[in-house]
């Protein structure tokens, strides 16, 4: 039995109530908004650390000249704590109030944020960043359960698009931000900064989930005929331990977070060293993938939310996203590098959305946050390496192009991966 059978074997009575009540209530966007602002937080307290790697009373503080190796390990060391609190500390919002949970994270995030601005040894700042690491890791598979619970399915791919945005905006703005601060005021008001910040985030956050309730289920009276659903929520997690349909999503999203995360770290040296393009020179021209990027994460979950091919979306994104890839490979002036870089990008954003509403489709909402953490977990754990594999490559061939090779062949096993659910979601 699949996932999807799960909640097909529930009473036909309590299907038709469930669907009416959901339909019925109203669509409060305040709730992605809300999330929003929670991961653009945790997006600023996620980058903090690098901007002060070059900064000399930073190093100084942590007993280090510039060793990029352990510098570079302080952000590391936060992504690996990051993917396995994901995989591992997620379910917690299946068993308890994901809202409560959200809450209590964020006021976490602050005191830890006081503390990493008080710190003045490197190993003291590492445990510091694996404890952040441990606390940010449920962030998106809450995010998802509260989104799947508190909308109906037409409407779930732009809610999710809302809060998503947050990491393109957190990039774009909290740079410059912490930038700032750290050359007027120092490294330690930085955090002291982003520890500030977390409390009207705090209070907006409860105010935009005010109307948010998720009960854990009652269980359903068995009705002639008809199977009752699994009586625990570890039988659920049985049955989404053993669904194909799951782990096939899963593998998917490892093909697009590598491309992800292998663009975000090369993107830059390819344009430069691969193509003999300036930046400075080349202007406004190198803000276009990322605009593209914003574009597709908002045109992609309107147009899926209308259609309902949650699947069939993720397979097309990811096809135009290699596609695009391969176009770059084969050109040469600079307009049509960006313009085709910022078409791949594009496409890769429709997807960003809807991949979290096909989860939505394939499993049980009674393990929402399992599900999510699982397939945010190795989704991250295995895309966080592209940059290495990518340079490993770029430095075996002596060319800049196998990097960017690597992330076409990935993309393109993706929708092989996909094939099978496209027809089903």
């Not at 900064?55 to 952000?75: I, R, S, V, W």
């Not at 078409?343 to 890769?348: C, E, G, I, N, V």
């Not at 599900?371 to 966080?384: E, K, Q, T």
Request: aromatic content about 10%.
């Amino acid at each position: 039995m699949t996932t999807q059978n799960i909640d097909e074997a529930s009473p036909p009575q309590s299907m038709i109530a469930n669907a009416v009540g959901r339909d019925e209530q109203p669509v409060r966007w305040s709730i992605p908004l809300a999330l929003l602002a929670c991961v653009l937080l945790a997006f600023f307290d996620k980058i903090s650390i690098a901007a002060l790697f070059t900064d000399k009373d930073f190093q100084q503080a942590m007993g280090l000249e510039f060793n990029p190796t352990m510098l570079g390990m302080l952000m590391s060391a936060f992504l690996l704590s990051y993917g396995v609190s994901s995989m591992l500390l997620s379910g917690i919002g299946d068993a308890f109030n994901p809202t409560k949970l959200l809450i209590g994270m964020m006021a976490t995030w602050c005191v830890l944020m006081l503390m990493m601005g008080m710190v003045s040894s490197y190993s003291s700042m590492m445990v510091l960043r694996i404890l952040l690491g441990i606390a940010e890791g449920p962030l998106f598979p809450l995010a998802f359960a509260i989104i799947r619970h508190s909308f109906p399915a037409k409407h779930q791919a732009r809610a999710t698009m809302m809060w998503l945005l947050g990491t393109p905006f957190g990039a774009a703005i909290g740079f410059p931000i912490t930038m700032y601060i750290l050359h007027n005021f120092g490294w330690r008001t930085t955090f002291f900064a982003m520890a500030a910040l977390t409390i009207p985030v705090i209070l907006f956050v409860i105010y935009g989930l005010r109307h948010v309730n998720i009960e854990p289920k009652k269980k359903q009276p068995e009705v002639k005929g008809v199977k009752a659903a699994p009586e625990s929520r570890s039988a659920e997690r049985r049955e989404l331990f053993t669904s194909w349909q799951f782990w096939l999503i899963c593998v998917f999203n490892i093909s697009f977070l590598t491309y992800l995360w292998g663009m975000n770290g090369w993107l830059p040296s390819y344009l430069m060293e691969g193509k003999g393009i300036h930046l400075e020179k080349a202007g406004y021209l190198t803000s276009l993938p990322f605009i593209g990027m914003l574009a597709g994460e908002v045109l992609g979950a309107w147009i899926s939310d209308r259609l309902d091919r949650r699947a069939l979306s993720c397979f097309l994104s990811m096809l135009g996203a290699g596609v695009g890839l391969m176009m770059v490979l084969h050109l040469d002036s600079t307009v049509s590098i960006i313009g085709a870089m910022a078409f791949s990008m594009f496409m890769w954003g429709a997807g960003a959305p809807n991949i979290f509403a096909l989860l939505g489709k394939a499993t049980s909402s009674r393990v929402s946050a399992t599900a999510g953490g699982i397939f945010n977990g190795l989704g991250n754990l295995a895309g966080a390496l592209a940059p290495v594999l990518m340079g490993a490559l770029i430095a075996v061939t002596g060319k800049m192009d196998s990097g960017l090779l690597f992330l076409v062949v990935m993309a393109f096993m993706g929708c092989l991966v996909l094939l099978p659910l496209v027809k089903r979601y």
